[in-house]
């Protein structure tokens, strides 16, 4: 009989040891998880999303001044692109210049009222004139917030195949905006947008 109770005790300690054991891995598993779960969500809040040239690139808050020149670069490319790449169409004109108004201040639609005053839109369309921008470089200036840029590109207006290339040189600012939105994907706005000159360099036939 005091066998029995004996190994009865011994039971109960084997079982009292194998409770806590188990409860101490049931603590250690939800500790682990619960971590797992905060560095998760952190990861997910510290990350962004950019758009680059149709590509959407991943990249952590933290590394965002290494990828800054090259979102502001296609920012500042997009604006030039929307805003000189024109077919003899009004609709088509109209709807490139509002999307480039979307990432630029009120100095660009003073520049786009000139034009529009001086009647070049207009005899784009009258002329049959496609105009095509393409990006030589862009020079920024990161030392100071808004951050300065240089912009270098070349014109080219085809009518029935004679070429007119033009040498475009504009410079403003970028200032970064609080939230991004689908009309403006990286969130900057061009102040200060000036055209420095836009000559013709070359026509071929």
């Not at 190994?7 to 009292?16: E, G, P, Q, T």
């Not at 500790?31 to 962004?48: I, L, R, T």
């Not at 100071?144 to 014109?155: A, D, L, S």
């Amino acid at each position: 009989m005091f066998k029995q109770l004996q190994n009865i005790d011994s039971a109960f300690k084997h079982i009292k040891l194998f409770s806590y054991l188990f409860l101490g891995c049931c603590a250690l598993v939800a500790g682990f998880a619960v971590c797992k779960s905060y560095d998760f969500a952190d990861k997910a809040q510290n990350s962004v999303r950019i758009l680059y040239n149709g590509k959407v690139i991943q990249s952590e808050l933290s590394d965002r001044r290494h990828v800054l020149p090259v979102e502001l670069r296609d920012h500042i490319k997009t604006f030039h692109e929307d805003f000189f790449d024109l077919e003899p169409d009004d609709k088509q004109i109209q709807s490139s210049i509002n999307q480039a108004l979307y990432l630029a201040d009120a100095s660009a639609k003073r520049q786009y009222d000139d034009l529009r005053a001086k009647d070049y839109y207009a005899n784009l369309v009258s002329g049959n004139i496609s105009q095509r921008l393409t990006t030589d470089s862009i020079a920024l200036d990161l030392n100071q917030i808004p951050y300065g840029f240089t912009y270098y590109g070349t014109e080219k207006l085809n009518r029935s195949g004679r070429t007119v290339v033009r040498q475009l040189v504009t410079h403003g600012k970028v200032r970064q905006l609080e939230t991004e939105t689908d009309n403006n994907p990286h969130g900057f706005l061009i102040e200060d947008w000036a055209v420095i000159s836009n000559n013709d360099s070359d026509t071929t036939q």
